[in-house]
T-cell receptor, first 112, second 116 residues
Framework: SQTIHQWPATLVQPVGSPLSLECTVEGTSNPNLYWYRQAAGRGLQLLFYSVGIGQISSEVPQNLSASRPQDRQFILSSKKLLLSDSGFYLC???????????FGPGTRLTVL | AQKVTQAQTEISVVEKEDVTLDCVYETRDTTYYLFWYKQPPSGELVFLIRRNSFDEQNEISGRYSWNFQKSTSSFNFTITASQVVDSAVYFCALSEVPAAGNKLTFGGGTRVLVKP
């Protein structure tokens, strides 16, 4: 069966520090991968998605970037965090059927 | 462009009451998927149901039921005999078929609070 992992689960970082969040999927090949952000009490905002290794599409201009170094690995990064980067970051995947997105447990990021 | 509207931001009920969550969507495509996800306090989004635009049959799964009406562009969700564990934020979403990257358009979510 397929599973999705995200780490870390929680993170507290100072403003201006770098960021690296990791997402990995098991049990599937060539998934589409997605990064979402959810600000406190708000809806879901799609940040990036990838349909294959090295292929990244950005949905919202910001100081974040994404990379997909391996088929089932998706990384969200920042060189310098802003206060506004605080939020809940969710990774999702969609398999070969390309019909349903399944979400990981999320990373709660607080920038102080 | 597609749009999903969940007009109810928060609903509060007492345990065992029924609760219906409204979802209205807009799309120019004739082929699309509709979804409901549940987000409990832990934060993870849990997939509940996917509906194909060609399948207007209502569906029931335990205490959950869904009413899809293409004529009114609505995909409503009812929880029967609500329980405290149903307390969560529920999101309705739309995906056009085919769609670049198979992206989802989410509604703003409805927070359901079930009181004992």
């Amino acid at each position: 069966s397929q599973t999705i992992h995200q780490w870390p689960a929680t993170l507290v970082q100072p403003v201006g520090s770098p960021l690296s969040l990791e997402c990995t999927v098991e049990g599937t090949s060539n998934p589409n991968l997605y990064w979402y952000r959810q600000a406190a009490g708000r809806g879901l905002q799609l940040l990036f998605y990838s349909v294959g290794i090295g292929q990244i599409s950005s949905e919202v201009p910001q100081n974040l970037s994404a990379s997909r170094p391996q088929d089932r690995q998706f990384i969200l990064s920042s060189k310098k965090l802003l206060l506004s980067d605080s939020g809940f970051y969710l990774c999702a995947w969609i398999g070969e059927a390309k019909d349903t997105q399944y979400f990981g447990p999320g990373t709660r990021l607080t920038v102080l | 462009a597609q749009k999903v509207t969940q007009a109810q931001t928060e609903i509060s009920v007492v345990e065992k009451e029924d609760v219906t969550l409204d979802c209205v969507y807009e799309t120019r495509d004739t082929t699309y998927y509709l979804f409901w996800y549940k987000q409990p306090p832990s934060g993870e989004l849990v997939f509940l149901i996917r509906r194909n635009s060609f399948d207007e049959q209502n569906e029931i799964s335990g205490r959950y039921s869904w009413n899809f009406q293409k004529s009114t562009s609505s995909f409503n969700f009812t929880i029967t005999a609500s329980q405290v564990v149903d307390s969560a934020v529920y999101f309705c979403a739309l995906s056009e078929v085919p769609a670049a990257g198979n992206k989802l358009t989410f509604g703003g979510g409805t927070r359901v609070l079930v009181k004992p």
